[in-house]
C-alpha cells in the first residue's frame, strides 16, 4: 500500500508570505495527524482530523495556523503569514483507527519548511 | 510535567559493535511507549511498542526494555550495520483518551554506524 504522501519536501518563503502544506493519508485511514518539529527540539502535536472534523486542535500554536481536511481524504495545512519561528519539519500521520497499541502510526516524510 | 528524555544525544559506533539507548520519561499516567527509528528525511518508522506488562520486546537486532516502576526504558541494537544510523525516539502515551496530543516524544538519540 502507498505510504503517507507529503508535498512539498522543503519550502523556503520569506516572512509575511503564505504556505500550503498538503497530506495525503494512507487510503482508508480515517485519522489524520499534524506534527512539527522545531530545529532541536522534539516532535510536537498540531491537530489530529478523524474524517473531515477536527478531534483535537490543542497543539495548534496561533490561528496563523489553518488546517483543512475536505471530504476527510487529503489534509493542508496552511501558515499565513508565516513568521521566522515557523521554520522546521512539518509531519504528517494517519492511522485506521484513532492512535493505540494495535493501531500504530504512520508517517510521511515530512515537509521541511524554512522562513527567511 | 509529563516529559521524555533520551540520553546520549549522539552516539558514534563501528560496525559490527553494540550499543543501548536510553529514555526516561515522568508521563504518568503511562499507556504504553513506542520506540521508532527515522531515517534522514524520512518520517519515523515504528520498531517496538510495550505496556507496562511487557519488560522486553524483539524486533530483529533491536531489543526494547522497559522498567515501568522506574520509568525507564532501552533500546539495545546488536550487530550494528551501517543501515542502523538514523535518529532514535522514544514515545510514550498516557492513554488519557481518545485525542492524539496525549504522546510525548523525546529529542531522539542520532546513531552514527561507521564502517
Known amino acids: 500500500e502507498a505510504g503517507v504522501t507529503q508535498f512539498p519536501s522543503h519550502s523556503v518563503i520569506e516572512k509575511g508570505q503564505t504556505v500550503t502544506l498538503r497530506c495525503d493519508p494512507i487510503?482508508?485511514?480515517?485519522?489524520l495527524y499534524w506534527y512539527r518539529r522545531v530545529m532541536g527540539k522534539e516532535i510536537k502535536f498540531l491537530l489530529h482530523?478523524?474524517?473531515?472534523?477536527?478531534?483535537?486542535e490543542s497543539g495548534m500554536p496561533n490561528n496563523r495556523f489553518l488546517a483543512e481536511r475536505t471530504g476527510g481524504t487529503y489534509s493542508t495545512l496552511k501558515v499565513q503569514p508565516a513568521e521566522l519561528e515557523d521554520s522546521g519539519v512539518y509531519f504528517c500521520?494517519?492511522?485506521?483507527?484513532?492512535?493505540?497499541?494495535?493501531?500504530?502510526?504512520?508517517f510521511g516524510n515530512g515537509t521541511r519548511l524554512t522562513v527567511t | 510535567k509529563n516529559q521524555v528524555e533520551q540520553s546520549p544525544q549522539s552516539l558514534i559506533i563501528l560496525e559490527g559493535k553494540n550499543c543501548t539507548l536510553q529514555?526516561?520519561?515522568?508521563?504518568?499516567?503511562?499507556?504504553?511507549l513506542r520506540w521508532y527509528k527515522q531515517d534522514t528525511g524520512r518520517g519515523p518508522v515504528s520498531l517496538t511498542i510495550?505496556?507496562?506488562?511487557?519488560n522486553t520486546k524483539s524486533n530483529g537486532r533491536y531489543t526494547a526494555t522497559l522498567d515501568a516502576d522506574t520509568k525507564q526504558s532501552s533500546l539495545h541494537i546488536t550487530a550494528s550495520q551501517l543501515s542502523d544510523s538514523a535518529s532514535y525516539i522514544c514515545?510514550?502515551?498516557?492513554?488519557?483518551?481518545?485525542?492524539?496530543?496525549?504522546?510525548?516524544f523525546g529529542r531522539g538519540t542520532q546513531l552514527t554506524v561507521w564502517p
Open positions: 500521520a494517519s492511522s485506521q483507527r484513532v492512535y493505540s497499541y494495535n493501531s500504530p502510526l504512520h
Open positions: 487510503s482508508g485511514h480515517d485519522n
Open positions: 529514555c526516561n520519561y515522568t508521563v504518568s499516567p503511562f499507556s504504553n
Open positions: 510495550m505496556t507496562f506488562s511487557e
Open positions: 482530523f478523524v474524517k473531515e472534523s477536527k478531534q483535537d
Open positions: 514515545v510514550v502515551s498516557d492513554g488519557r483518551g481518545s485525542t492524539l496530543g496525549r504522546l510525548y
